[in-house]
């Protein structure tokens, strides 16, 4: 599997930006696919996850009500709609996936995905 991330950029607080992330490749075996995002010096966290089959979606509690996730299982990406940006938002935001031969049952952290897109930079500032 090979995902393709686009549409960070810079934005004001208060902003939106959409990310998206294109998988290819062996797409039939993709479980569960998320959003992590890493600011300078910190670890590399979930901000977003959505099971492929059933569009199930969990969120960090610091985004909660404020992204949306989803997937369009045609086109074969994932989205992450984000409004009322804040600085603390700020990061290199990637995109995963992890195909049925590594699925725990757990994905909340990094280590349980197998497959990763390149960074976008987010960056929010007034």
């Known amino acids: 599997v090979q995902l393709q991330a686009s549409g960070g950029g810079s934005v004001q607080p208060g902003g939106s930006l959409r990310l998206s992330c294109a998988a290819s490749?062996?797409?039939?075996?993709?479980?569960?696919m998320g959003w992590f995002r890493q600011a300078p010096g910190k670890e590399r966290d979930l901000v977003a996850n959505?099971?492929?089959?059933?569009?199930?979606?969990r969120y960090a509690d610091s985004v909660q009500g404020r992204f949306t996730i989803s997937r369009d299982n045609v086109k074969n990406t994932v989205y992450l709609q984000m409004n009322s940006l804040k600085p603390e938002d700020t990061a290199v935001y990637y995109c995963?996936?992890?195909?049925?031969?590594?699925?725990?049952?757990?994905?909340?952290?990094?280590?349980?995905?197998?497959?990763w897109g390149q960074g976008t930079l987010v960056t929010v500032s007034s």
């Open positions: 995963a996936a992890v195909s049925e031969d590594y699925y725990s049952g757990s994905n909340s952290y990094a280590y349980e995905y197998n497959h």
């Open positions: 490749g062996r797409t039939f075996s993709i479980v569960v």
């Open positions: 959505i099971h492929w089959s059933d569009g199930i979606a």
